[in-house]
């Protein structure tokens, strides 16, 4: 959940010693039901063991992969635009107090260093061409008697770029990147290995177990019991999940392609200028042209068609008939007016298929007696 900024300039945390010159850009919390005083490290262990950005949902890791592409391309993530190169290290700021082994030491899966750690709170901070970052992780009694993990976001963009970077991110972070990472570091705490003498295993839990009651493991032994029930069903999801992927492919790659291979990407000045405003559809102009193209394309509309494909199918919905009815016709009739070109609509055509076939499966599992599904 996103707080005011006051629940993190207003704490004595030792981060403000260091950071008089960055600006607080976002505070969230996450839920920690049972945590102790005491249970900081514990969190921190559940974090590290969630496998950092290689553990997430498919649509965070093509944003990452996105951003890393981008990166390679505009040179954002050289070595001599990183820490101790185009910005000093927090590390070079430390206190004496605050000085520790490990400071400066990757973190594994992430690509973030470490700054400090201490019982109650820890920085990492990570450096490029766009911007100096920091997360500040934080330890926080709440009403109700329990703690709960805070997570602060420190940023000194690199000039106009740096601005306009954090700007063009914002949505993607709100909308996406933290809504994930909620679910994730708040099921890492749930799901964690409990060690010897933490507080969350103490009164404060006793009543109550952290684990859910339908474990993954239940969840295998249970569809191995009824195989015949259980294969129609899963043959379903991994037909529609992968019909969702051609989807965000489908969009992805024609949109990055019309900004990149095909150039659109040079007209962005033009376009955030107001230049195409009163713009004649008639006889576009070539910044015109490359909007339609890119941006203004079918391209991001497949991307979110794609996405909520996936996530309608990790809860366990199909998703409506029409949707690969709506997009395979459309793919057809793109094919018989423009041609074939590429082969990119048989991309299309592809994912319509499966989404089809998953919506078949599903009848089928849900004309299997009760009794075979439950």
């Known amino acids: ?49 969630t496998g950092g950005l290689n553990e997430n949902p498919a649509v965070v890791r093509f944003l990452f992969a996105v951003r890393w592409k981008l990166g390679a391309i505009f ?36 690509p973030f260093t470490l700054v400090y750690e201490l019982h109650d709170e820890c920085a990492i901070e990570l450096a490029n061409k766009t911007v100096h970052a ?45 809504p994930a990472l909620t679910r994730k570091w708040e099921l890492a705490w749930l799901y964690r290995a409990s060690p010897p003498g933490s507080s969350a295993g103490t009164t404060a839990n006793q009543g109550r177990s952290l684990t859910p009651k339908w474990s993954w ?57 107001g230049e195409l405003w009163g713009n004649d559809l008639a006889s576009m102009s070539p910044a015109m042209s490359a909007y339609w193209l890119s941006i203004n394309s079918f391209g991001p509309s497949l991307i979110v068609i794609g996405l909520t494909v996936m996530w309608l199918d990790r809860r366990g919905v199909t998703p409506p008939a029409f949707i690969a009815w709506s997009l395979g016709i459309w793919a057809v009739v793109d094919f018989v007016v423009s041609g074939p070109g590429l082969g990119q609509g048989l991309i299309l055509l592809v994912g319509s298929a499966l989404l089809l076939a998953g919506a078949r499966r599903a009848a089928l599992a849900l004309s299997q007696p009760l009794y075979d599904r439950i």
């Open 217 to 273: 493991a239940r969840q295998r032994s249970h569809t191995a019991a009824r195989p015949s029930a259980a294969r129609p069903q899963e043959r379903k999801e991994q037909l529609t999940k992968w019909a969702g992927r051609l989807i965000v492919f489908f969009g992805a790659a024609h949109t990055l392609g019309a900004l990149m291979a095909e150039g659109a990407a040079r007209h962005a000045g033009a376009w955030f200028s």
């Open 134 to 178: 920091i997360s500040h992780l934080g330890w926080v009694p709440t009403d109700n008697g329990d703690y709960e993990l805070r997570m602060a976001a420190l940023v000194r963009p690199n000039g106009l770029l740096g601005r306009l970077y954090m700007a063009a991110i914002k949505p993607f972070r709100y909308l996406i990147i933290y």
């Open 1 to 49: 959940m996103r707080l005011p900024d006051t629940e993190h300039t207003g704490r004595p945390w030792r981060i403000h010693e260091i950071t008089p010159d960055f600006r607080l850009e976002d505070v969230w919390s996450y839920r920690t039901p049972g945590a102790g005083p005491d249970d900081f490290p514990a969190m921190l262990d559940a974090l590290r063991a």
């Open 75 to 110: 040179g954002w993530d050289k070595t001599g635009q990183g820490l101790a190169r185009r910005v000093e290290s927090l590390c070079d700021r430390l206190p004496r107090d605050l000085r520790q082994d490990g400071a400066g030491e990757a973190v594994p899966n992430t």
